[in-house]
């Protein structure tokens, strides 16, 4: 989920850098690219991520035959 919404966020920064746009605050293309990349390492750590027992079934745990 993090991931999706790095995603957006990245998007809106490559609008607001490529279009030239300061939102009042200070906030830029670069500050949203630098939100997005916080949103991917939280991912990637395991942050906002499924866990195995959310009801998904367990997939790491089966069997294989």
Known sequence: MLAVVAAIIFGLGFLLDLVGVR??????GMTF?????????????GIGTASIRSGY?????????
């Open 33 to 45: 690219a630098l939100l997005g990349l916080t949103l991917l390492a939280l991912h990637q750590a």
């Open 23 to 28: 939102i009042p605050g200070g906030f830029s």
């Open 57 to 65: 079934g367990n997939w790491r745990g089966r069997a294989r035959r």
